[in-house]
């Protein structure tokens, strides 16, 4: 299938070769181009032997150099991917999306389970999907790594939990993938009652016995917001709850450590807060290579904060109130790192806002899913001496495109509360150098 192209840059060597917008990309050097892990995948070589058709249909054929530099040659398409997204076909029990209010925008109901978006984007796929073309082409072009929704490794119970026939077959993917050194990053969304306990210990084991392959297995607690309405009964964890799967994760761990080998699965940093246990040190996440997960989040921010400050030219100047706003789980760690913060600059005073998520309901307590609406509220008539207010950027659909989920945008924000909002990057090295520049460092 051929591939429309929107733009053909000018100057570029496709341009110079004749190629104009509207043509259609057929094949690289004889490999047909169905999409974008194609189109990087093939366009990778020196020298190119590109088919295309114009737009009167008649195909041709041009050689074009693009030493090695796929952007080089010129061409850009509708979408990254160069075709649709991929949408989820699974009707999980736990599922985040059918948890949303109506109402908000489209995007936000989209399901993805790409596997382009795997490895492109770190995007988490369940493998449901895939066909065997595609499995053929991911161990042929050796995309790695690839982050799998797994879940449990009980095929049965990952029927029921996933509500789809083929989620206990498509495990066998995993195993494909790991004999043809596909390097796999695991996450497991643990439901109290359904997988953890003996499913979990289950599941930690099944993954382990795949081999080298599987570098990371993540434990995320499930999402549960006040919009359940004819949905799945599910409960949230409890302190017990929690601990038990975090005695199961160590148990699993202190036998791969006694066998000479690097721990594998982790917790999210929520398993240790509805714990009420201490957060492990940052040699306990080697390469923390399940960030995005919530997997070490806190204590590589903490981290990272002490030695920017450490380093810091201590500096005086004029009192300022400084604003932090972040969600209810991340509060008492902002709170500790400004009391650091003050205690070298003892001229400014940060105030820490705890934004509770009215939205999707108390029990969401991350700061990436606080709304625009949400935050006016946990300020408004609260910050009338503040110099500004910082906010982490994950609460934003991105840097380039400053809005909240719920459409309202910073700009929106600081109207409403008669103060500049500043959002600011999600590591402690951000948050110190923020900071320190709003005292003139």
Do not use: W
């Not at 996933?162 to 077959?169: D, L, V, Y």
């Not at 003050?342 to 509770?356: A, D, S, W």
């Not at 982490?392 to 500049?420: C, H, N, W, Y």
């Amino acid at each position: 299938m051929a591939v429309k192209i929107a733009k053909v840059e000018k100057k570029s060597a496709c341009y110079r070769k004749g190629m104009r917008d509207g043509d259609s990309l057929v094949a690289i050097n004889g490999n047909l181009i169905n999409d974008v892990l194609d189109y990087r995948f093939y366009a990778a070589d020196d020298i190119l032997k590109i088919t295309y058709c114009n737009a009167k249909g008649k195909e041709k054929n041009k050689k074009v150099r693009s030493n090695g530099d796929v952007d080089s040659i010129g061409l850009r398409f509708d979408t990254y991917l160069m075709d649709r997204h991929h949408s989820c076909k699974n009707k999980c029990i736990f599922c985040f999306i059918d948890q949303m209010p109506k109402g908000m925008r489209s995007s936000l109901y989209f399901k993805d389970d790409d596997s382009r978006l795997s490895f492109l984007f770190g995007n988490y796929i369940t493998l449901t999907g895939l066909s065997e073309s595609e499995a053929d082409r991911i161990i042929k072009m050796h995309i790695s790594p690839i982050n799998v929704s797994v879940h449990t490794m009980n095929p049965e119970l990952r029927v029921q939990m996933m509500k789809n026939p083929h989620a206990g077959s498509s495990l066998q993917l995993l195993k494909r993938f790991a004999d043809a050194g596909i390097r796999l990053n695991t996450q497991l969304v643990l439901c109290p009652g359904i997988n953890d306990g003996e499913e979990l210990t289950f599941s930690l084991q099944s993954l382990a016995e795949l081999g080298e392959y599987v570098q990371s297995i993540a434990a995320v607690p499930v999402g549960l917001t006040k919009h359940r309405e004819g949905l799945y009964n599910l409960t949230a964890y409890t302190k017990e709850t929690a601990e038990d799967v975090l005695r199961r994760i160590d148990a699993f761990n202190e036998v791969l450590l006694k066998n000479g080998k690097q721990r594998l699965a982790f917790a999210a940093d929520e398993f240790y807060l509805a714990a009420e246990r201490e957060l492990p040190d940052v040699s306990y996440y080697g390469d923390f290579c399940q960030l995005d997960n919530g997997v070490g989040m806190l204590t590589l921010l903490e981290a990272d904060f002490a030695d920017a400050l450490a380093q810091a030219t201590e500096i005086s100047g004029e009192k300022k109130v400084i604003g932090l706003a972040t969600g209810v789980a991340a509060y008492p760690y902002i709170c500790k790192l400004s009391r650091m913060f003050m205690q070298k600059f003892p001229h400014i005073t940060i105030r820490v806002h705890k934004i509770v998520n009215h939205f999707f309901g108390e029990s969401v307590t991350v700061a990436g899913l606080i709304t625009g609406k949400d935050l006016i509220g946990g300020l408004q008539s609260k910050v009338s001496d503040e110099y500004c207010i910082l906010i982490p950027d994950v609460m934003l659909r991105s840097k380039e495109d400053p809005v909240f989920l719920d459409d309202l945008t910073v700009d929106d924000i600081s109207a409403s509360v008669g103060r500049q909002i500043i959002p600011v990057g999600n590591g402690g090295t951000e948050l110190f150098a923020a900071l320190y520049s709003m005292i003139g460092g």
